[in-house]
C-alpha cells in the first residue's frame, strides 16, 4: 500500500512542468547536462523533480538554501542513477550543505581505547557520506566542479557513489549489481585495479586515479566514478577493464557522450 501511494504522489509531481529556471541553473552549473540527449535530459529532469521533493534539506554554518543550490546538488546525484533501477537513493533522508569545507568534529578515544599515538587532527572535508545518516556537501565546491569541464574530481558523484555502496549495508566498494556474472567480473576487474593502484601509490608512481582511491575498496569506487564521469576518455586510455565494469554497472557511457557538448 505504502508503495502504490509513493508511485501515485511521483506520478503528480512529474505531471507539473520542469521549470525553466530550473533547467537554466542545471545548464549553468552542471557541464555534464549538455552531453546528455534530449530523451537522457528529460528523464533526468523527471528524477530532480522527485529527488528534491523527497529528501530533506538542510542549510548549514549560515548557508541559506535556495532553488539553485537544491537543483544543482540534485542534478549532479540524480545523474548517478539515471540508467540503474533505483529507488531515488531510499538511503538518503536528508543532505546537509555548508557554504565551504567544513571541519570533522575532533575523534575521542573510546572508554576502553589505550591511545599510543596521537589521534588525527581536525582535517577540512568537502563531502561525507554516512551509512545510516545524511549527505554533507560544501556548497563552493560542489559548484566549482560542477560548472567546469575539465574538472578531475565531483564531490557530489563521490558522496552519492558511497550511498549506492551503501545500498546493500555495507560500505565495501561493491554496489548492488544484477547477477552472479556481472559480481565475478566486478570482483576480478576492480580487485586487480584496486591493488595496482596501491602498489603504485606506494612506490610513488604517477597514477591516473586518484591516490585517495588507495585508502580502501569504498573510496576507490567512490573515486573511480568521480573520474568516470569527469575523465572518461583518459580513463579509458590508462584503466580500459575498469572503465568497461563501470559502464556496464552505470549503463551510461561518458566517453562517447564528449562530442555531444552544446
Not at 520542469?18 to 530523451?39: C, K, Q, T
Not at 539553485?68 to 548517478?80: D, G, K, N, P, W
Not at 591511545?115 to 577540512?124: A, I, K, S, T
Request: proline residues 5%; contains cysteine.
Amino acid at each position: 500500500m505504502l508503495d502504490w501511494f509513493s508511485k501515485q504522489r511521483r506520478l503528480k509531481i512529474v505531471e507539473e512542468p520542469f521549470p525553466s529556471e530550473w533547467e537554466a541553473i542545471i545548464r549553468r552549473n552542471m557541464v555534464h547536462y549538455s552531453m546528455l540527449g534530449d530523451d537522457e535530459q528529460m528523464r533526468l529532469q523527471r528524477l530532480i523533480q522527485i529527488f528534491m521533493a523527497e529528501k530533506s534539506w538542510e542549510g548549514c554554518g549560515g548557508l541559506e538554501l535556495t532553488d539553485e543550490i537544491r537543483v544543482t546538488i540534485s542534478a549532479q546525484a540524480c545523474l548517478l542513477i539515471l540508467n540503474l533501477p533505483h529507488n531515488y537513493f531510499d538511503n538518503v533522508e536528508t543532505i546537509l550543505v555548508y557554504p565551504s569545507e567544513m571541519m570533522l568534529p575532533e575523534r575521542k578515544p573510546g572508554f576502553f581505547e589505550t591511545v599510543l599515538e596521537p589521534l588525527q587532527p581536525e582535517l577540512p572535508i568537502s563531502g561525507q557520506a554516512f551509512r545510516q545518516g545524511p549527505v554533507i556537501l560544501a556548497w563552493d565546491t560542489t559548484l566549482d566542479q560542477g560548472r567546469h569541464s575539465k574538472a578531475e574530481f565531483n564531490v557530489v558523484y563521490h558522496e552519492f557513489a558511497h550511498k549506492l555502496d551503501m545500498q546493500d549495508g555495507a560500505a565495501d566498494g561493491t554496489p548492488r549489481l544484477r547477477d552472479r556474472e556481472e559480481y565475478r567480473d566486478w570482483v576480478k576487474t576492480c580487485s586487480r585495479e584496486y591493488l595496482r593502484l596501491i602498489q603504485d601509490v606506494e612506490k610513488g608512481r604517477q597514477t591516473f586515479l586518484d591516490e585517495y582511491g588507495a585508502t580502501d575498496e569504498a573510496e576507490f569506487f567512490a573515486v573511480a566514478t568521480e573520474q568516470f564521469f569527469c575523465q572518461p576518455v583518459q580513463m579509458i586510455k590508462s584503466a580500459p577493464e575498469l572503465y568497461r565494469v563501470l559502464k556496464t554497472f552505470y549503463r551510461q557511457d561518458p566517453a562517447a557522450r564528449t562530442g555531444n557538448k552544446a
